[in-house]
């Protein structure tokens, strides 16, 4: 099954984690198919905390992607701040 789920990158302390589209097979930061965006919890000052291309990451999920739970939050927040955008 595909799957869209956070990797974790970053220091020890300092997490950053990248959007992606996986075989739910892999490992977590194995192989995957797509980069969607990234998420920076620790974000301070300019730093942009989300950053997510929604359009792709409805088109996944249209072809039968299955978000994680988190990943399913990221999207609906990156939804909602793109809709106050305009």
């Not at 997490?15 to 192989?31: E, K, L, N, Q």
């Not at 998420?39 to 359009?55: I, S, Y």
Request: net charge positive; charged share 30%.
């Amino acid at each position: 099954m595909v799957t869209i789920r956070l990797t974790r990158a970053g220091a020890k302390r300092r997490p950053f984690y990248h959007i992606v589209v996986a075989d739910s097979r892999r490992a977590r930061d194995g192989r995957f198919i797509e980069r969607l965006g990234y998420f920076n919890p620790v974000a301070a000052g300019q730093d942009v905390p989300l950053k997510l291309d929604v359009e792709r990451s409805k088109s996944w999920m249209e072809r039968g992607a299955q978000p994680t739970e988190r990943a399913a939050q990221l999207i609906r927040q990156a939804e909602r701040a793109q809709a106050q955008q305009q």
